[in-house]
């Protein structure tokens, strides 16, 4: 796996790009995760600046990234004793926490509901970033909303070339290297009494359902909307098929301007566009998986073929986002690191 933030931002940049959210600016900045399109999250114009240049409906809630436990009680009201646990055991860490939101947090960040999300990420940049823009005490919250740093629907970037690639020269980018996940966070939903799993990420189920000693609820109907949960997803611009290995060897009979992303090398005279052996490692298909498919994107192949990985809960995420990918041409959702 790639090192993660192997050339850190200076001193200087950082303090730079936090003088710029200061005055109401948007900056990418890199998390454990993804990258991050950032704003001051109590200045309003400032976040409705991130949807502009998304292209993100506004009723699709943001999340709160914020330096530590301590900061859950600015943000939220009612914070049931479980996620004070999970906080304890995850934060920084990729997981976000849907809570009951405090009265003074923006519904333009909340998309008009009554929960916040919040995280504390990890990461060297996302920590100095949040340090330096918080500066001397200000007596008031001081968090960044951020979703992740693409175009509405496009793939999550997990480079400051990926972001470079959406939003051009322009847009003031932190650039601290490959993130270190390369997925977005777990969000859990601690705001109805049983903890729901919203959306599977770098947090494990199996390891929350041990912090929290009750296993997780599935989301229904009446879960607070969330990035990642619409059935479209996470999609490229290329039409993605999701594929079982048996039914990939069917496609490779006959030549065709596909693209590959498969769990094997290619055996004997295979013809076709591009083709990416994926590693057999959860974690590590996980952390190449975006940048794989901006690859394959970028290939100019009429159909991207990738092939299924182990139905198995080390999996969970990354199937999360193959299925959701495979499943339209274009994602219909951006996401939230």
């Given amino acids: 796996m790639t090192k993660a933030f192997e050339h850190l931002p200076s001193d200087a940049a950082i303090q730079q790009a936090a003088t710029r959210l200061q005055a109401g600016d948007v900056v990418a900045f890199p998390t454990e995760t993804v990258y991050g399109l950032g704003a001051d999250a109590t200045n309003a114009r400032a976040v409705r600046k991130i949807f502009a240049l998304k292209g993100r409906p506004a009723d699709h809630p943001l999340i709160v990234h914020v330096l530590g436990r301590g900061d859950i009680d600015e943000w939220a009201v009612d914070v049931p004793e479980a996620a004070r646990r999970l906080a304890e055991a995850f934060w920084p860490g990729p997981l976000t926490m849907i809570v009951r939101k405090a009265p003074h947090v923006l519904a333009e960040v909340t998309g008009g509901q009554d929960t916040v999300g919040l995280r504390s990420p990890a990461g060297v940049t996302a920590s100095a970033l949040l340090y330096a823009f918080r500066g001397p005490p200000r007596g008031a919250p001081c968090g960044i ?3 992740s740093a693409n175009r509405f629907g496009h793939v999550s970037p997990t480079t400051a070339e990926h972001v470079r690639d959406e939003f051009g020269p322009d847009l003031t980018i932190l650039d601290g290297g490959p993130c270190e996940i390369g997925l977005e966070s777990t969000i859990v939903d601690l705001s109805r009494g049983r903890p729901v799993l919203l959306r599977p990420g770098g947090a494990s189920r199996a390891a929350i359902e041990r912090v929290l000693g009750v296993p997780l609820g599935e989301r229904d109907a009446h879960a607070p909307r969330a990035s990642g949960t619409l059935a479209t997803h996470y999609a490229p611009r290329t039409a993605l098929a999701l594929v079982t290995p048996e039914d990939l060897e069917v496609e490779l009979e006959t030549p065709a301007n596909i693209a590959v992303l498969a769990m094997r090398e290619p055996q004997g005279d295979i013809r076709v566009t591009s083709w990416i052996t994926a590693p057999s490692d959860p974690a590590r298909y996980g952390h190449d998986l975006y940048a794989n498919l901006r690859t394959l994107d970028a290939s100019g192949a009429k159909r991207i073929v990738v092939e299924a990985p ?14 959701r990918a495979a499943a339209g041409v274009r994602g219909l ?4 690191p």
Avoid at 311 to 320: G, K, M, P
Avoid at 333 to 336: G, K, M, R
């Fill in 145 to 147: 909303a951020a979703p």
């Fill in 310 to 323: 182990p139905l198995l809960a080390a999996w969970e995420a990354v199937n999360d986002r193959l299925a």
């Fill in 333 to 336: 959702e951006d996401d939230d």
